[in-house]
């Protein structure tokens, strides 16, 4: 058999007409080389029989009999992978048929050992379309520091995610996800990754992805436990400078203790850890008050008013 230039790796569960699309966008890509193996992530009968009428030989489905959970299903992708390279796809999104070839010729040319190529992508709602990963990343920035410092309001505007991600096969299987998260699993391994030596992050300009943001969709983001998301960023401390571990805690645990109504103790609590333990600076103090003052239904009206004049993009950047 050929040996395929990319293979891509689609966890799922329980979404068979979801997945299908998923699916279809894999194998609708411009390069023809691929395979895509989809994990189905424990018993789920309807899955493997809407997967079994697909009919292209380039799809594998590995129907596993226990759950294990997002990071592993991804993990026994990358053990099955015959491919030098791996993409993620979550099953309820999707790619522009140019994205693998796009980020095959952005990797070709990145002079590091790993190259780690993500892409711009589109988050869509009912509403409107947002532009994601909007701000590219800074000569020399830390990883860290992309992913959680905002230079402004703009929603997703440093936005990775597994369904943009590109990277050797050999590096998953040197540093894989992380099993057990319930979330953060994309964050946690870029971050894991790049203390690796020779492993260069690259983000591709181009709307390569369509991330779907449909109101009341499952998705393991859109879990409000703040207290996780602290004590996940207190245990990987190590992997954030002290101005990334204060805006995580202004962006990402006063959003999700707003979202569950904590009261006072919590931001408090919340104000000492982003104080005595980060590195505050005054962007991220304001988002600080800000997420924890103003009303969610406030916010979103300003989310979508800033995501309307974020998808006005120059069509070049757009990959159809």
């Known amino acids: 058999m050929t040996v395929p230039l990319v293979s891509a790796v689609i966890p799922t569960r329980n979404r068979p007409d979801i997945v299908l699309r998923a699916v279809q966008s894999a194998l609708g890509q411009s390069i023809e080389n691929l395979e895509v193996i989809v994990v189905i992530d424990g018993p789920d009968k309807a899955s493997e029989d809407a997967l079994s009428a697909v009919g292209d030989p380039r799809l594998q489905v590995i129907a596993l009999q226990t759950q294990v959970g997002g990071s592993e299903a991804r993990n026994t992708g990358v053990r099955a992978a015959r491919a030098p390279w791996v993409a993620f796809l979550d099953d309820d999104d999707e790619w522009m048929p140019g994205k693998l070839e796009r980020q095959l010729q952005a990797a070709g040319v990145v002079t590091a050992k790993y190259p780690v190529i993500y892409s711009r ?4 709602s ?26 402004g309001l703009s929603f997703g505007e440093t936005a990775l995610g597994t369904s943009e991600l590109m990277a050797p096969t050999a590096l998953l299987r040197e540093v894989p996800f992380m099993i057990g998260l319930r979330k953060h699993q994309d964050w946690d391994w870029v971050l894991r990754a ?8 690259h983000v591709v300009p181009d709307l390569l992805a ?47 203790a707003k979202r569950v109504s904590a009261g006072a103790k919590v931001y408090l609590f919340l104000f000492r850890e982003f104080l005595f333990r980060g590195s505050p600076r005054c ?21 979508t008013l800033l995501a309307q004049r974020s998808i006005k993009q120059p069509a070049e950047n757009v990959s159809k």
Request: aromatic share 12%; charged share 25%; proline share 5%.
């Open 210 to 256: 369509i991330y779907h943001m449909e109101e009341g969709a499952v998705r393991v983001s859109n879990n409000a436990e703040w207290r996780f998301s602290l004590e996940w960023a207190q245990q990987r401390r190590h992997l954030l400078t002290p101005k990334a571990y204060s805006f995580f805690l202004a962006t990402e645990c006063v959003t999700r």
């Open 194 to 201: 790049a203390q690796t030596p020779g492993v260069k992050l």
């Open 126 to 151: 009912r509403e409107n379309d947002v532009v994601m990963a909007a701000r590219l990343p800074g000569q020399n920035e830390p990883v860290s520091e992309y992913l959680f410092c905002r230079t």
């Open 283 to 303: 962007k991220s103090l304001l988002l600080f008050l800000g997420f924890a003052l103003v009303p969610i239904e406030l916010r979103n009206s300003l989310r």
């Open 121 to 124: 992508f589109i988050g869509r």
